[in-house]
């Protein structure tokens, strides 16, 4: 007994490249729907259609196990939501250590040079090779020739002490006469072997005939099938036999009852013909349905995929509108400096234009009293020092012209930055309706989940209904016939009308 539940204990998934202990649903429900179809059979037979309570209760554990599977499909569905996330998330860690460790690996190759310290591995593996090629020669002398010689033979890494051990003086005629009773015991142990398998084989033969007759007893004391209520001709001849033979103005009536009955069974086969069609529409809609949800977790999962990858996306715009922003507040830094710097100059400037007026106008009383000469000097000097003042003026109107003009151009970057910042706004906007839209589409395939789990429900309901319908049609054909059988035999002993004797039951009869 132990030895059969550890068997059954261990995990067949070395034998075969299936799941774990695991089938597939379709083949468990449909295990379970033979199961409770024998059940109701067996109730049919062995109480002839009187056991409704025990139909109502195989029915209703029917009913739980339907439910009872279908939470458990809900939960599998789910379970394989979180791993398939699971999976994904260390798919992605895996490729980055992956990705890593074959760059590393590449570095280390570019680095490694191949023809590096490769003569003496070559030299080891040339002593390797010519020294088993020696053995394999020395080994077939001994077998072949019955020589222990190693003539010819030129041996690296083996010595004199590895072929023939301590006794390095023992004559080449001792080892051989030591070869032939080696040779004689291999042979007795194949033999031995042959022995033992053939005693094997026969044992099992034995065993396979024993389970054979075992078999075969127990087809031939297996007790009979039991007689059926529902027709009464089959099940006892004898009857029929010692019956009293009706008159012929009743063989109408019973041909009349007869057709009766065929009707009746008609309508009964034709019942069972449309409870088995409704079961397989069952079945072939809760398979749709499996398949609808497998299609919906794919979806789902696809979807998934699709809000990471935006995600991803979002993030690396955030990433390059800071990157902007930055930028902008440096360039807008630059500007402010810029600015300063240009009013530094111009104030300079004025400063120094003032100051040349002021000296313009104390040269004025020195010129009027000084010689024509010394005036011819200073009027001189003084343009020349005008002259010197007014191009050092236009070259410093020139760099003002020129830092305008680079504010200009630092103002134009500034709203062109500005313009790529709001495209980038637009599109993050755009990427976050998207996650929206999809978060939305999630919600609806949640809600048509629901509702279709709600039609099995409501499939399930409409089953049993149909279910206690077939039940009370068969209860009310099988009093009809046993009461038409109960007319009959009291028709036949007693042909005289006896309404007191009439609600006698039929397992007295």
Known sequence: MSKSNTDRDVCPVF??????GEQDALDVMEQFRSFYENKLNEIDHQGGGDCLELKLKVQRRWIDDLTEQTQMMARIV???????TNRVRMLEDKLRQTSKSAYEVMKRYQNYSITHNLDEPFQKVFYLENDLKNLLEFIRRIREDRKWSIDGLQFYDITYKDLFGKEQYDSNDNKERNLVPVASKDANKRKVGKKTLKLILQVVDKRNKQNIKDKCRCRHNSPKRAISPCNPCRCCPALLEH????????????ENENNKCGDVFEQLKRKTIEYEALRQSMLDMRSALTEEVACKHDMISALKKDIQQLEERCVQADKQTAFKDDI?????????QLKQQNNDNEAS?????????QLIKRMKPCVDVTTTFTDMDNTSAARRR??????????RQREVNELKTKCVDLEKCLASSQGCAANLQKAVDLYLNSINVLEASEERA?????QQK??????????????HELDELRQNNQQEVSLGWAARWFGSSNPGPKPNHVTKPVHDI
Do not use: M
């Open 454 to 467: 709600v039609t099995i429900a409501n499939l399930q309901q409409a089953l049993v209904c149909v279910k």
């Open 15 to 20: 034998a075969s490249s299936g799941k774990c």
């Open 78 to 84: 789910k379970e394989l939501e979180d791993e398939a």
């Open 386 to 395: 005008e002259k010197d003042l007014e191009d050092e003026i236009e070259r």
């Open 328 to 336: 902008i507040k440096e360039l807008r830094k630059e500007i402010k």
């Open 349 to 357: 400037l004025r400063k120094q234009l003032d100051e040349a007026h």
């Open 446 to 450: 949640r809600i048509e989940i629901e």
């Open 243 to 254: 019956r009293p033979r009706r008159k012929p103005s009743n063989e109408s009536v019973d």
